[in-house]
């Protein structure tokens, strides 16, 4: 089955940039979805299709994605920015959704 | 504006079939354009993937859960539903519903999840 591996955590001070890797085969030939999830809630999309942004969402948040490794990225990062953001993708192969563990993003 | 909510029991026994219905509200479920899906994330773990469903019915699983898992969707009520059969205490979770765009295949909009414990 497909995997897609994600650091555990990352750590950012305000106003800086972080960076978070989402990591799988090939990844750069799928589409990369990525989620913000603060504790007790939902997950948000904040970027789909490697780097589009739903409306509503900061144009702080961007994404990429090619080789093997996807990445989301945070500028001018803020306290209300921390979270858990896990990946996301369609492995059309098996017709199954595949979802990355998860970093934990801290604002120091 | 467009909304999904999960119902069902919180608590279900060892070896019970755990339901729940995710109810949308601001749009009817019977889209071409979207599909319908339900997520679960045990406490203090990462999201995984149960399974979706179309509004004609067709689904698609998890491999991993497709021997215990069914969804179905009621077009006149606006709802669809899960039910996991044989559950034990790996099945205890937080459980979303959510749309996909299936264009994107992107979860867009989260109900606000519940929780469901398996336990006696």
């Known amino acids: 089955s497909y995997v897609l591996t994600q650091p555990p955590s990352v750590s950012v001070a305000p106003g800086k940039t972080a960076t978070i890797t989402c990591g799988g085969d090939?990844?750069?030939?799928?589409?990369v979805h990525w989620y913000q999830q603060k504790p007790g809630q939902a997950p948000v999309l904040v970027v789909y299709?490697?780097?589009d942004r739903p409306s509503g969402i900061p144009e702080r948040f961007s994404g990429s994605n090619s080789g093997n490794t996807a990445t989301l990225t945070i500028t001018r990062v803020e306290a209300g920015d921390e979270a858990d953001y896990s990946c996301?993708?369609?492995?059309?192969?098996?017709?199954?959704?595949?979802f990355g563990g998860g970093t934990k993003l801290t604002v120091l | 504006q467009v909304q999904l909510q999960e119902s069902g029991p919180g608590l279900v026994k060892p070896s019970e079939t755990l339901s729940l219905t995710c109810t949308v509200s601001?749009?009817?479920?019977?889209?071409?354009?979207?599909?319908w899906s339900w997520i679960r994330q045990p406490p203090g773990k990462g999201l995984e993937w149960i399974g979706y469903?179309?509004?004609?019915?067709?689904?698609y699983y998890n491999p991993s859960l497709k021997s215990r898992v069914a969804i179905s969707i009621d077009t006149s009520k606006d709802q669809f539903s899960l039910k996991v059969s044989s559950v034990n205490a790996a099945d205890t979770a937080v459980y979303y519903c959510?749309?996909?765009?299936?264009?994107?295949?992107?979860?867009?909009?989260w109900g606000q999840g519940t929780l469901v414990t398996v336990s006696s």
């Open positions: 959510s749309r996909v765009v299936g264009s994107t295949s992107s979860f867009e909009l």
């Open positions: 601001g749009v009817s479920i019977n889209s071409h354009r979207h599909y």
């Open positions: 469903i179309y509004s004609s019915g067709t689904t």
């Open positions: 090939n990844i750069g030939s799928k589409s």
């Open positions: 299709d490697d780097n």
């Open positions: 996301q993708v369609w492995e059309s192969a098996t017709d199954y959704v595949v």
